[in-house]
């Protein structure tokens, strides 16, 4: 049972140019709407999050925007540099508690 | 201070051997959780304690797999009479409250 739908697989972007990841969930019982970078070998970090009353929040080169009455979240990484080259993963935490669902990753290639 | 730590970092088992993966959380985060991570895939959910609360165990795959937290320490994830299919990296994170702390994983190679 998949709650949150992320796309697309893999993503292969130039040196500059923005890369940008969807994802769509389908239990309204989210607060909280985390993505995580994970590079081989290494176990996934905290890149940026948001809460479901802000449309939008923006931390340096990367922004979520959220769209609720849609279910959907997307994040857009800015002048996207070969060193961004990772696997990110969308994910939803439950209301009210602190299981986290997440999403099954894109594997994002910056080309210099 | 120290993040989270898991061993062993690799782990190459024999088919129907038990193993025991190790988990050492940040220090005072009430949340820990495991998850598997088979390769080139996500992250699934496996089981997450919170406090002195009842585990949350709905992710288990089968009762192969067990797992324990002594208080808001350390944690072990159990896995009896181990297949191939159990091939993957197993994932420990800790939490406070949103943000989750990933360990680096063990690998499990099942042969």
């Known amino acids: 049972q998949q709650q949150v739908k992320q796309s697309p697989q893999s993503l292969i972007v130039q040196k500059g140019g923005i890369s940008i990841i969807n994802c769509a969930y389908e239990?309204?019982?989210?607060?909280?709407f985390p993505w995580y970078q994970q590079f081989p070998g290494k176990g996934p970090a905290l890149l940026i999050a948001?809460?479901?009353?802000?449309s939008e929040k923006k931390e340096g080169r990367f922004t979520i925007s959220f769209n609720k009455s849609a279910k959907q979240f997307s994040l857009h990484i800015m002048d996207s540099q070969p060193g961004d080259s990772a696997t990110y993963f969308c994910?939803?935490?439950?209301?009210?508690?602190?299981?986290?669902?997440f999403g099954a990753g894109t594997r994002l290639f910056v080309k210099a | 201070g120290a993040g989270v730590s898991q061993s062993p970092s690799n782990k190459v088992t024999e088919k129907g051997k038990d193993v025991e993966l190790r988990c050492d959380p940040i220090?005072?985060?009430?949340?820990l959780y495991w998850y598997r991570q088979r390769l080139g895939q996500g992250l699934e959910f496996l089981i997450y304690f919170q406090g002195n609360s009842a585990p949350d165990k709905s992710g288990l795959p089968s009762d192969r797999f067990s797992a324990e937290r002594t208080g808001e320490s350390v944690s072990t994830l159990t896995i009896q009479r181990t297949q191939q299919e159990d091939s993957a990296v197993y994932l420990c994170?800790?939490?406070?409250?949103?943000?989750?702390?990933f360990g680096p994983g063990t690998r499990l190679t099942v042969t």
């Open positions: 994170a800790s939490s406070s409250f949103y943000e989750q702390y």
């Open positions: 948001i809460r479901p009353d802000v």
């Open positions: 220090s005072g985060h009430t949340a």
């Open positions: 994910a939803a935490r439950s209301t009210g508690g602190f299981k986290t669902i």
């Open positions: 239990n309204t019982a989210f607060d909280y």
